[in-house]
């Protein structure tokens, strides 16, 4: 059975920086990309960052040059480094990674969330 789980999240000042991890678990034949959303209270889930099994990352215009996109080698462990948090930054951060399961057998998979309040 395939798990996606989230940590890191907190309440941190403005200006302030956490890192987000997501670890991924179970009988996996590959990881293609891990992607990071966020969704704030009464806003839609937006795609906040993602990263390719090669390594391509892509960004959201809002997030580039604050936050840092990364994993290991299978992407098994991916991080969200997240700097010179804005109040408007707070929400709960979702992973999803595309995985194949087998050679027939392909799905996205969610974890449950970390939050992340960005307040004085």
């Known amino acids: 059975q395939v798990q996606v789980v989230e940590s890191g999240g907190g309440l941190v000042q403005p200006g302030g920086s956490l890192r987000l991890s997501c670890a991924t678990s179970?009988?996996?034949?590959?990881?293609?990309?891990v992607a990071w959303y966020r969704q704030a209270p009464g806003k839609q889930r937006e795609l906040v960052a993602s990263i390719t099994l090669s390594g391509n990352t892509n960004y959201a215009d809002s997030v580039k040059g604050r936050f840092s996109i990364s994993g290991d080698n299978d992407k098994k462990n991916v991080y969200l480094q997240v700097n010179s948090l804005k109040p408007e930054d707070t929400a709960a951060y979702f992973c999803?990674?595309?995985?194949?399961?087998?050679?027939?057998?392909?799905?996205?998979?969610w974890g449950q969330g970390t939050q992340v309040t960005v307040s004085s």
């Open positions: 999803n990674a595309d995985i194949v399961i087998t050679l027939l057998r392909r799905g996205t998979y």
């Open positions: 179970g009988n996996i034949l590959r990881i293609n990309q």
